[in-house]
């Protein structure tokens, strides 16, 4: 899929607020830090759609783009972060949850891992919410330019054997950098397919 426009659309805390629109969307979610923001303006081909920031805990609220008129891109919160009052984190967790419990337009959610971290209870736990509630999921590992290929291929393994004890199947998954696009065509490709189906 080729990326002709891009446009920030409005963020807010409330899915009752989010754009009224019948356009399919695609989700993206992961611990605070994990580079959610930098794959949106990878994957848009922006500088700086999404806000992007060394400090975890940058995206606060429910961001929804515009893309080629015809599906929205929304940019979530990230869930994890230590530095986030107690009151912070269960309001996160509140809207995010909603989002995810009403939001018929979702059609699937990345979520993103970041490829240098061995399995993480936090990430496993979130998997486990998705899939009790039957919310379709892909997974992204994201900073790949971080590591040497051997290295990265072993953690991606390790994941992988780790979802086999508790998953009967592995979600789709994808290998990105934002650093130098990795995975860009196949995520775009991936939900071109979705869209046309
Ligand atoms: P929050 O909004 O705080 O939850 O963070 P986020 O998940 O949106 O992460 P963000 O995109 O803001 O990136 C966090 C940090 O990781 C920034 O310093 C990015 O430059 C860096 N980063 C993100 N993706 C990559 C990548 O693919 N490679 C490298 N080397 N760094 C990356
Ligand atoms: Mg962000």
Same mark, same amino acid.
């Given at each position: 899929m080729k990326i002709k426009t891009s446009a920030f659309v409005v963020s807010n805390s409330d899915v009752? $607020? !989010?754009?009224? =629109?019948?356009l399919p969307e695609y989700a993206f979610i992961g611990r605070s830090n994990v580079g959610k923001s930098s794959l949106i303006n990878m994957l848009t081909g922006r500088k700086s759609l999404a806000k992007v920031s060394g400090k975890p805990?940058?995206?606060?609220?429910?961001? @929804?783009?515009? &893309?080629?008129?015809? #599906?929205h891109l929304v940019d979530l919160p990230g869930y994890g972060y230590a530095?986030?009052?107690?009151?912070? $984190?269960?309001?996160?967790?509140?809207?995010?949850?909603?989002?995810?419990?009403?939001?018929?337009q979702l059609v699937n959610t990345f979520i993103l891992i970041? !490829?240098? @971290?061995?399995?993480q209870p936090i990430d496993l736990e979130f998997l486990e919410w998705m899939g009790t509630n039957a919310?379709?999921? =892909?997974?992204?590992?994201? $900073?790949?330019?971080?590591? $040497?290929?051997?290295?990265l291929e072993k953690n991606v393994a390790e994941y992988k054997a780790k979802l086999m004890e508790t #998953?009967?199947?592995?979600?789709?998954?994808?290998?990105? =950098?934002?650093?130098?696009q990795t995975g860009?065509?196949? &995520?775009?490709?991936? &939900?071109?397919?979705?869209?046309?189906?």
């Open positions: 009752a $607020k !989010c754009p009224v =629109s019948h805990g940058k995206t606060r609220l429910i961001n @929804h783009f515009l &893309i080629n008129d015809n #599906w530095k986030v009052s107690k009151q912070e $984190k269960k309001t996160f967790q509140k809207y995010i949850t909603a989002y995810f419990e009403k939001r018929q970041d !490829c240098r @971290h061995e399995p919310i379709p999921f =892909s997974l992204v590992f994201t $900073k790949a330019d971080k590591l $040497k290929p051997q290295a #998953w009967e199947e592995l979600p789709p998954y994808f290998i990105t =950098s934002s650093a130098n860009r065509d196949d &995520i775009l490709n991936y &939900i071109q397919s979705i869209n046309e189906t």
